[in-house]
């Protein structure tokens, strides 16, 4: 295990569903960040926290809610997603702002939109 | 602006070859440089980085990779492959004075033969 712990592991929802990704870290890191991988794509990066305050939103549609209540926790709610939102979906961690560290990466949640 | 290019999409290596994962960057400043390593199912983990010190970078599992900055490449080698080490790897390149998120490549899936 890293650190970054994301849950669930899988999820399989439909276009009408709403449900939520969490993450968890206590590594003491004050940066957060969702990301989203699709195949043959790089990794984009879709919101980033810094010590719970938004600080990047990449253009995500509004159907993508994050939440980050404290530095530890990171949500992102979903609601009337679209087939083209399959994805994994990984959350990472870093000590601060700066990409000197390097990030934390969970394991990710592999998202089925049907 | 920075963007990352990993040469290759696809490598095939025999068990106890040499492994060589090529990567090129563009950057208008001093880059900051990673590679991770992405496992079946698994998140991504960090093997080496690159911040300004020494060109050649030591990593985990026997990775390691030289920053030449006249060939604005950061290229991952390993003298002996493992069965292990067959994954998907991501070179990362990132500006450390503004610290702005990082810019993924598209990753080059590594196999190894037994």
């Known amino acids: 295990e890293t650190g970054v712990t994301q849950t669930p592991r899988h999820l399989v929802m439909g276009m009408t569903n709403k449900k939520s990704l969490k993450c968890e870290q206590h590594?003491?890191?004050?940066?957060m960040y969702w990301y989203k991988q699709s195949a043959k794509k790089p990794l984009e990066l879709m919101f980033v926290?810094?010590?719970?305050?938004?600080?990047e939103n990449n253009s995500v549609p509004s159907r993508f809610s994050p939440e980050c209540p404290n530095s530890s926790h990171l949500f992102l709610h979903l609601h009337t997603l679209q087939p083209e939102d399959s994805a994994l979906y990984l959350c990472?961690?870093?000590?601060?702002?700066?990409?000197?560290?390097?990030?934390?990466f969970g394991s990710g949640t592999r998202l089925t939109v049907v | 602006a920075q963007s990352v290019t990993q040469l290759d999409s696809h490598v095939s290596v025999s068990e106890g070859t040499p492994v060589l994962l090529r990567c090129n960057y563009s950057?208008?400043?001093?880059?900051?440089l990673f590679w991770y390593v992405q496992h079946p199912n698994k998140g991504l983990q960090l093997l080496l980085k690159?911040?300004?010190?020494?060109?050649l970078v030591k990593g985990i599992n026997g990775f390691e990779a030289e920053f030449k900055k006249s060939e604005t490449s950061f290229h991952l080698t390993k003298p002996s492959a493992h069965m292990s080490d067959a994954a998907e790897y991501f070179c990362?390149?990132?500006?450390?004075?503004?610290?702005?998120?990082?810019?993924f490549g598209t990753g080059t899936s590594l196999t190894v033969i037994p």
């Open positions: 926290y810094n010590f719970k305050e938004q600080t």
């Open positions: 990362v390149v990132s500006d450390p004075n503004t610290g702005n998120q990082f810019y």
């Open positions: 950057s208008s400043y001093s880059p900051s």
């Open positions: 690159y911040t300004s010190a020494a060109t």
């Open positions: 590594l003491g890191h004050n940066a």
């Open positions: 990472a961690s870093s000590p601060s702002r700066r990409p000197r560290y390097g990030y934390t």
